[in-house]
């Protein structure tokens, strides 16, 4: 363990968030308990486990907003399942072009105040996992252009919709557009964000673009 590791350990103690057994972030016993995502009404869109939990609002909360970055290893796996289920059949369709992970970007104002991006967070975890290297992550492909409120302070679906209108940008870049574009955040709701990204994507020439989610 390193100095890094043990300053993490000090600050937050492994302990199951839910029964705090010592040991776990959260033991399997917690996690069998964890409901699966409902759908969602967008059917690009896929999410691993239902928001409503208490413990997965408590370990997302942890990772966006209390320095948790080691929490992306414990979700990992589980979105790297669901994504392994998912390409087989878009696979059969395109052979071997490459199949990119794109984090939702954050705006400039929010990054610097975070210091990190938890969407990445997870894709550099889930690549780690990738024994079967289906997966490249491509930071530059997407931008947030305006700074707007967290999702989880707008209670109104229109206006959440309304927020991210014109938010995101496609940067220049030398795609062929063949790609399969899989975006990944830790959370969607009404689906706002994601929708907004997506229409950025295949506004720009993107046919086949994807997302999937920690929780919704």
């Given at each position: 363990?390193?100095?890094?590791?043990?300053i993490?350990?000090?600050?937050?103690?492994?302990?199951?968030?839910?029964?705090?057994?010592?040991?776990?972030?959260?033991?399997?016993?917690?996690?069998?308990?964890?409901?699966?995502?409902?759908?969602?009404?967008?059917?690009?869109?896929?999410?691993?486990?239902?928001?409503?939990?208490?413990?997965?609002?408590?370990?997302?909360?942890?990772?966006?907003?209390?320095?948790?970055?080691?929490?992306?290893?414990?979700?990992?796996?589980?979105?790297?399942?669901?994504?392994?289920?998912?390409?087989?059949?878009?696979k059969?369709?395109?052979?071997?072009?490459?199949?990119?992970?794109?984090?939702?970007?954050?705006?400039?104002?929010?990054?610097?105040?975070?210091?990190?991006?938890?969407?990445?967070?997870?894709?550099?975890?889930?690549?780690?996992?990738d024994?079967?290297?289906?997966?490249?992550?491509?930071?530059?492909?997407v931008?947030?252009?305006?700074?707007?409120?967290?999702?989880?302070?707008?209670?109104?679906?229109?206006?959440?919709?309304?927020?991210?209108?014109?938010?995101?940008?496609?940067?220049?870049?030398?795609?062929?557009?063949?790609?399969?574009?899989?975006?990944?955040?830790?959370?969607?709701?009404?689906?706002?964000?994601?929708?907004?990204?997506?229409?950025?994507?295949?506004?720009?020439?993107?046919?086949?673009?994807?997302?999937f989610?920690?929780?919704?």
């Amino acid at each position: 363990m390193n100095i890094f590791e043990k300053i993490i350990e000090v600050i937050f103690p492994k302990k199951c968030v839910g029964c705090e057994r010592r040991g776990f972030l959260i033991c399997a016993t917690c996690v069998q308990k964890i409901p699966p995502s409902i759908n969602s009404e967008h059917e690009f869109i896929t999410s691993v486990f239902s928001y409503t939990s208490p413990l997965i609002r408590q370990m997302i909360h942890m990772m966006k907003y209390r320095g948790g970055r080691h929490v992306a290893t414990f979700f990992a796996p589980y979105v790297l399942a669901s994504l392994y289920e998912f390409i087989g059949e878009e696979k059969l369709f395109l052979g071997s072009a490459p199949i990119l992970l794109v984090p939702v970007p954050l705006s400039r104002k929010r990054m610097k105040l975070r210091g990190y991006n938890q969407s990445e967070l997870l894709i550099k975890e889930i690549i780690k996992l990738d024994t079967k290297k289906n997966f490249l992550i491509e930071r530059n492909l997407v931008a947030k252009i305006k700074d707007t409120p967290p999702q989880a302070q707008i209670k109104k679906r229109s206006l959440r919709i309304v927020s991210q209108k014109n938010c995101f940008a496609v940067l220049p870049n030398s795609k062929t557009k063949r790609e399969i574009i899989i975006l990944i955040d830790d959370v969607t709701t009404t689906g706002a964000t994601l929708v907004a990204v997506r229409n950025a994507l295949k506004k720009s020439g993107f046919k086949k673009v994807y997302a999937f989610t920690i929780a919704h």
